[in-house]
C-alpha cells in the first residue's frame, strides 16, 4: 500500500497498482528501443491492467563499427551493476550487434555476465540481451530457415547472418541497408519495409526477420508484413519484449506485433507458433 497526502494534510491510504520494472542498457545514439517497447507494453497493459516502467542505462556508441561495438560490451557489467540500483524486476540487453561481433553463442556470457553484476550489487535479476532473445526466440518458433533484413555495413551483416547460422538456422537470404551512422539507423522509414520485405527470397522459409537490429524503426510494419506475406515476423525489439515477459511470467497479449506477442487466446490454431 502507498500513502498520499489528502487535501487536508492527512494521509489517505490506496493499494498500488499491480507494475513491473523493466531495466533497459541502450547504445547512447539509440532512439528506438525506448519508443517500441514503451509502446508495446503500453498494449500490454492495455490488454492486462498490469502497469510496466522503463528504466535505461546507456554505453557509448555512435557509429555501427567494431571497436565502437566492442567498446560498448565491455560497458555490459557497469550498465547492468547501475541500472539495477533501480531493483528492476529484468533487465535487457539492447543492441544485438554488439553482442554478436564478440564470436559465438557470446549472448550466453554477456547474459551471466549482467546477471552477476546485478546480483553483486545487491540487486539480483534476471537478464535478457536483444542478441540471446532473437535466436531463441527463432528456435521456439520452429524456424530452420529464415529471410533477414538488417540496417548494417556488409562485414556487419554478414557476422549477424552467420551468428544466426551458427545458432542453427539457415538465413536463406538477407538484404543489408548499409548504414554505419547509429543515429541515422533510427531515422529508417518504417513505411518501406514491406516494400523491402517482399524483395527478399521466401522460397522455403519458417519466419521473417523484419528487422536484426533494436535501432532500426519495424514496430509499425510488422503485422502489416506477416498479414500480406503470411509468415511469422519478428525483430529484435519483439523478440526482446517477448523474453522480457517470459522473465517476468506474463502471457503476451501485445496487439498488432504479430503472432509471437499476440494474446494466444486469439490466435487462430492454424496460425500457431509451432
Known sequence: MDNFEDDDGGLSTCVAASSSKI????????TTMETELPELFRRQSAATGHRYTFHSARAKLRNVTVEELAAM?????????????????VIAYACLVA???????????????????????????????????????????GAHRVAM?????????????????GAGIAVQDVIGLAVADNLKVG?????????????????GVDAIVLSACVQMPSLDAVQQVEDEL???????ATATAYEILRALGHEPAMAGAGRL???RSTVDASASLA
Open 99 to 141: 553482442v554478436m561481433a564478440q564470436g559465438p553463442w557470446a549472448h550466453k556470457r554477456s547474459e551471466t555476465l549482467m546477471t552477476h553484476a546485478a546480483a553483486d550489487n545487491g540487486h539480483p535479476a534476471p537478464v535478457t540481451s536483444s542478441a540471446g532473445a532473437l535466436v531463441r526466440t527463432l528456435q521456439e518458433l
Open 73 to 89: 560490451v565491455d560497458k555490459a557489467a557497469e550498465c547492468a551493476d547501475a541500472v539495477s540500483d533501480a531493483d528492476v524486476d
Open 187 to 203: 531515422r529508417l522509414d518504417t513505411r518501406k519495409l514491406p516494400e523491402i520485405a517482399r524483395r527478399l527470397d521466401r522460397d
Open 23 to 30: 531495466g533497459l542498457i541502450v547504445p547512447s545514439s539509440n
Open 149 to 165: 533484413v538488417a540496417p548494417y555495413m556488409p562485414d556487419l551483416t554478414r557476422l549477424v547472418s552467420d551468428y544466426i547460422e
Open 230 to 236: 503470411g509468415l511469422p515476423v519478428v525483430t529484435a
Open 261 to 263: 506477442l499476440a494474446d
